[in-house]
């Protein structure tokens, strides 16, 4: 076999995952940003944001990324406006801060509806006892809502997480050369497609596998209470199996 | 306001490329989404229920099998495997007929996009509905298999009387979700060339310059797939969990 | 403590006309058509530990739940210490507390023992006897700390102090609620059914911290089921059935002789 071709495809592979790291970090940060808001606009009780954010959920979750990935990067530019604004065009004509948008947006969409469920699933006897101790409506969220919803949030915000992973290959699509945008260029010039593809696999699991393993341990320092007691704990393994 | 203007502008052109051949192109697009998807989900449904049973399995090589399977193809971007079985069939059909002398040393025998694009979005579907079929498997009662057991039933039987329609009624709203997602993983098989909706908007839009027009009627018509799944989905839920609500 | 010197500071408070530390007027209350309280008055001086009994479905855990708002009564007065809980009209016409800063701060003089207990499950118990002063009080920490110690001591479940809420018994877990409660340094204690959701043999160790409560002079008011803690440590017996109080009184003197023929059928069944 020709282990070579192997190593240097990984090598250049490899080089691009800072890239893909940048695509994931920025578009997973300002899509909690959004969806905190957006969760905030569900709960808040307010009939026009609640009917926002309904609408909003709707139309991200309900069609492809790919769609809206191609309707923010060669669809915006349409509009003169977007085209003269000197705020608005250095974005978007920007294939990189459109990827990161669209994912940002998608990703919000998704993660509101399991920040809303985790809020929902708070046991009322929490937030009664808090209430029963006079606590003021900020003081109970932060000291009892909050950190209690955050611990049930966790598991299927680690999922969503993780598919943001794979969103991020879709910046291939608008030119970046991502490691996803790699490994189709070393593809084309090689035509080998099977081991590069699989060297870009290996990448991507072992990527995924340690952000899953990085949740996991999050997960287990947010939840002493759901551990076995001190004196016994000493015979658990402490990171629970995950994926 | 030019905002306005440019909206009307393109509003009025809308109609003319629609009437032009862009619609029917678009209509043909979601007919090929429509069956990309249904056979994606067919593929993935038997590839699902095998995965399933693999992962429910006493062997620890069929678990492992199974284990690998959901955890390698719900861990690679959806993009990467569609590449995988396109070029890589295309690589392994044209090494096969290089090697058997059917065709010259340059040529190339191309993967049918349809086939590679398929495959892949099945594949990664059934990844998804062996987890949905995992979970209902375990989400059933217990103690209706012991009952079962316990009248001599064979495993067979079991499997037939019991655990199937259990675990169909569990599963409908575990597989519409994946329904809903397969949707959306169709569009990306656009790269391989299959003429689905994706890719029909893509081409008007190249040749009309008209991008936000075609891919926002895209959006459009994939929330529509989407949605409309949403109440047959619950149409069947509640026709396979019709003995369990209660009669008024 | 000894039983004189409970009666003594009962004594203490003069009787008659002076501040009650409680006092509920004609609290009524509906879930939908149903009219759950239908008119309850009640009144408890410092040191009176006032027990309510009434089959399920009476009303007396709504009534308890209504006099710290946890239920928004639909009419009706509470005064604590003498303090109106000013409510206002609401849009919907029902009405709601006009001041939500001032039901806070009389929620804080009214701690609250659940029947599940409602530690929170994040924190770990020293923690959840912290909380509250800390941050509703605004005690300094160590104060609160050294508190919450001594509290935990007397409750008897010191050694658990770091252990979370869910890895406890629950009597366990009932006596850190009550060291909670406790931690407020509260003017009126209000006991939710605090023993009906404990195994039988939890149920003594929660008694006897409460007894003990009882004898120091607390003011408490408890929703029960224990017909012994009732009859024996209450000053006053109130009686719910469907809604109203059909009996109110001194406890030795009801049980002896019921005053109402629905009463007397209550115990009756306790009895059997």
Known sequence: ????????????????????LEIWLFGVAIGLVIASGLTWMRASGYKLGEYFARAYVFVFRGSPLLVQLYLIYFGLSQFDFVRHS??????????MYCTILAMALNTAAYSSEIFRGALRAVPVGQIEAAKAFGMPTFTRFRLVTLPIALRLALPAYSTEIILMTKATALASMVTIMEMMGTAQKIQHDTFRPIEVLTCAGVIYLLLNLSIARLFAFVEYLLSPHLRPPPEQSQQIKPVPEVL | MEFLNNLLDQLSTAYELLAAGWGVQLLWGISWTLAVTVVSMLIGATLGSLVAAAKLSSSGGLRFIGESYTTVFRGEPELLIIYLFYYGGTQVLTGVARSTGSIGPTDIVNMPSFLGGVLAVGIISGAYQAEVFR?????????????????GMSALMRFRLVIMPQVLRLAVPGLGNVWQLTIKDSALISVTGVAELMLSAN????STHHSLLFYALAGILYLVMTSISTPIFEKAERYTSRSFVRPK | MSADLAAAAKSASPPGDDKAAISVKDMRKSFGDHEVLKGISLEAHKGDVISILGSSGSGKSTFLRCINLLELPDSGEVRVDGELIRMKQGRDGRQMPADIRQVERVRANLAMVFQSFNLWSHMTVLENLVAAPTHVLKRPRAECLEQAEALLKRVGIWERRNYYPPHMSGGQQQRAAIARALAMNPKVMLFDEPTSALDPELVGEVLRVMRSLAEEGRTMLVVTHEMGFARDVSSQVMFLHKGEVDSLGEPKEMFARPPTQQFKQFIANFNK
Do not use: C
Request: glycine share 4%; net charge positive; no cysteine.
């Open chain 2, 203 to 206: 081409k008007a839009a190249r």
């Open chain 1, 86 to 95: 000197p705020i608005l065009w250095p974005i978007l004509r920007d294939p």
């Open chain 2, 135 to 151: 979970g209902s498997f375990l989400a059933i009662h217990r103690g209706e298999l012991e009952a079962a057991r316990a009248y």
């Open chain 1, 1 to 20: 076999m020709d282990s070579n071709f192997y190593l240097s495809t990984i090598w250049s592979v490899l080089k691009a995952l800072p890239l893909t």
